[in-house]
């Protein structure tokens, strides 16, 4: 996932300091960052929680 790398980078916070922002572990983040793996939608939600600006819809594309 591309457009959350460029946010994350936007934000300058490392992996580790994003996933914590979250409230989820570092693993978890770099898989759903690399596209390794699928956000839920409890990662989603906290994502917007946090960070209401990010466009969730990239999900969902």
Do not use: C, H, W
């Amino acid at each position: 996932m591309e457009k959350m790398k460029e946010f994350r980078i936007s934000l300058k916070y490392t992996v580790e300091k994003m996933a914590k922002e979250i409230g989820i572990s570092k693993s978890y983040y770099e898989k759903i960052e690399t596209g390794n793996r699928e956000p839920s939608r409890n990662f989603i939600k906290k994502l917007k929680s946090r960070f209401p600006q990010f466009d969730s819809n990239i999900f969902f594309v």
